[in-house]
């Protein structure tokens, strides 16, 4: 029973799962997704959910700063919506402001290239995104 992280971005899709007990939040992969051609890699994450037994899902919800809801967000709703309807089951959406520019200061300060933060960064948004949840629950 564990639950599963997702920073949706336009081209990608940053996975992080929890660990068993529900208390941490670890990076898994990133999935590239084709927005243009409704792509949003759910084979992919089906695939993560099974695997993992997935009993929940939280996708990053980016409201600008003032609280509005953007373009993006309104994305984030519709694939929130899509995800629940093809794998029945709950799909959170999870204020995520700040979270990608976090981690990527975060790996900034550990000296991680240019090139090696590309590889990381959506991963590691989603598990801050998963872990700012799990801790909200405790």
């Avoid at 639950?3 to 971005?9: I, Q």
């Avoid at 084709?34 to 919800?61: C, H, M, P, S, W």
């Avoid at 029945?88 to 979270?99: G, K, N, Q, Y």
């Amino acid at each position: 029973m564990r639950t599963m992280g997702l920073d949706v971005g336009s081209k990608t899709i940053g996975v992080a799962i929890s660990d068993a007990f529900g208390w941490t939040a670890q990076g898994v992969e990133t999935v590239k997704i084709n927005e243009a051609i409704e792509d949003y890699g759910f084979e992919r994450l089906g695939e993560l959910i099974k695997q993992y037994e997935v009993t929940e899902v939280v996708v990053g919800y980016p409201k600008n700063m003032n609280n509005t809801i953007g373009p993006r967000a309104e994305a984030s709703e519709k694939f929130a919506a899509l995800l629940k309807e093809a794998y029945a089951i709950p799909v959170v959406l999870w204020d995520e402001r700040l979270t990608t520019s976090a981690a990527e200061k975060m790996l900034i300060s550990a000296d991680v290239s240019r090139k090696n933060r590309k590889k990381v960064i959506d991963k590691m948004a989603a598990a801050m995104i998963l872990q700012g949840y799990l801790d909200f629950k405790k």
